[in-house]
């Protein structure tokens, strides 16, 4: 079956439109996050999802949105908190939220079973799965409406966040609530993640966050051209490895971060032959 | 004779500096007048950076008040931070970094307007870096960054610079150069706080000087200097050098040996 074929069901188009659409949103705060030192907040923070992801299952919740979204929140807002004036510093806070939530997570699994294929559940909860390609018209509204709103935010907030991502120190002394902006970037990328679990898996989904901005990075000098190239190549990357995943039949999440590996690589190549030059 | 009293910019009033509840400096009074130039020195641990950040309200005072004067608002000072780890390889252009100076300014707005970017453009032109405009910041050398974060802290103020250490990890030309630019921006009548290890370019180039630690001096340089606590540091800062100077020749010597 060649692609066109493939889109003439709606499923597919659902999945491409969704699957751009937060790698797109996902590429946005890689910068700040790559830059302030905090590039495994995505895998800290996807575990807590799954965690929640965990606990909701047991609990029976039809809508799991309602349990997940708020506690990865809550510990977004926790970890980048901790980020300043922590007893146990940054990275090991991360760290310990990562791998905690990810036991608790199957362990809860495997005491309370709710079907009987545990090991499926769990692969697909941590790896992404072909939930992608089973997504509802709800689902798909629902994440289209979240993707406008974070991308709204970013725009408009983006002075401030180059602010408190290049100088923390001369940002409060100028009067920039500090606090403020590092609490929505961390709002932001929680709901990043959990949206982006379906996608890729709690595993990868750091790949979606830092490798577009990684990538961006080795070619552009300004935040704004690192900023939109990142986007650019995300979401590039995403198509590919969507249509790539589904012409192959291989794993949806595991092939976009293959293709952006592919891309760093490239960039990074480029990069040091432009440099010599 | 000065015509009209020059207006006090910042007055601390029986300051006591500290953090985490511990009280490390106390008693601290001294004013900033327009036009001044004020060099805050002491020893590691006096409590330098402290008071910069109270100054800037970073920090709560632990005690006393500091009074702005002039119609200067606190997002009004100019403030030039030491480099930090993040800023050295970030990909960030000339023009993006001088811009974020006008942050202050922007109240509610979102995006710079026109009047931001002249303004940018205007400190850049005084910092003679307006061809580097689309530079990356992490390309340039330490003395231009230093030009740039600087041009920044003018777009931020009108009055008043307060500048941490501006030539720490600086070579002794592009030192030269940075001091030179600095006392030229004090002459065009930006007042200047600047935090210094270096007592010897301190008492050369300020007008006043405030020496913080055991025994702290507050007053004009040409005091300083005849002050028992200022003779103490000039000589030992001589020492320092002669002994610098000193060891750096027997290695010289030591080389040639070999």
Known sequence: ?277 | MEKIARMALITCRDLALGYDGDIILKNLNFTVNEGDYLCIVGENGSGKSTLMKTLLHLTDPMGGEIILGDGLTRKEIGYLPQQTVVQKDFPASVMEIVLSGCQGRMGRRFFYNKADKELALENMRRMEIENLANASYRNLSGGQQQRVLLARALCATRKILLLDEPVSGLDPKVTADMYQLIKQLNEEGTTIIMISHDIEAAVGFASHILHIGKRVFFGTKEDYANSDIGKYFLLQEQEIHENIEAALTEENREEVGV
């Open chain 1, 1 to 277: 079956m060649t692609l066109w074929t493939y889109l003439q069901y709606p499923f597919v188009r659902y999945a491409l439109i969704v699957g751009v659409l937060i790698s797109l949103c996902a590429s946005l705060l890689g910068v700040t996050l790559v830059l302030k030192r905090f590039s495994f907040i995505g895998d800290g923070l996807s575990h807590v999802a799954f965690g929640a992801i965990a606990i909701a299952s047991v609990l029976k919740l039809t809508d799991q949105m309602i349990l997940v979204m708020p506690i990865t929140i809550i510990c977004a807002v926790l970890l980048l908190r901790t980020g300043q004036n922590a007893k146990i510093k940054g990275d090991a806070a991360i760290a310990m939220v990562s791998v905690g939530a990810l036991a608790f997570g199957y362990l809860l699994m495997n005491l309370f079973p709710t079907s009987t294929n545990l090991s499926g559940d769990v692969c697909t909860t941590l790896f992404g799965s072909i939930s992608i390609l089973t997504l509802q018209r709800a689902d798909v509204v629902f994440t289209v409406v979240m993707s406008i709103v974070v991308i709204a935010v970013f725009v408009l907030v983006y002075n401030r966040i180059f602010d408190v991502t290049f100088d923390e120190n001369f940002a409060r002394a100028a009067g920039t609530r500090v606090d403020l902006y590092n609490l929505l970037i961390a709002v932001i990328i929680a709901v990043i993640i959990v949206l982006a679990m379906n996608l890729v898996g709690s595993l990868l989904i750091s790949a979606l966050i830092i490798f577009p901005a990684l990538s961006a990075m080795r070619l552009y000098h300004s935040f704004r051209s690192v900023t939109v190239f990142s986007a650019v190549i995300s979401v590039i990357c995403a198509l590919t490895g969507m249509i790539l995943s589904i012409l192959a039949g291989t794993p949806v999440g595991a092939t976009i971060v293959a293709v952006d590996v592919l891309v760093f690589a490239c960039c990074t190549l480029i990069g040091k032959a432009v440099g010599r030059a």
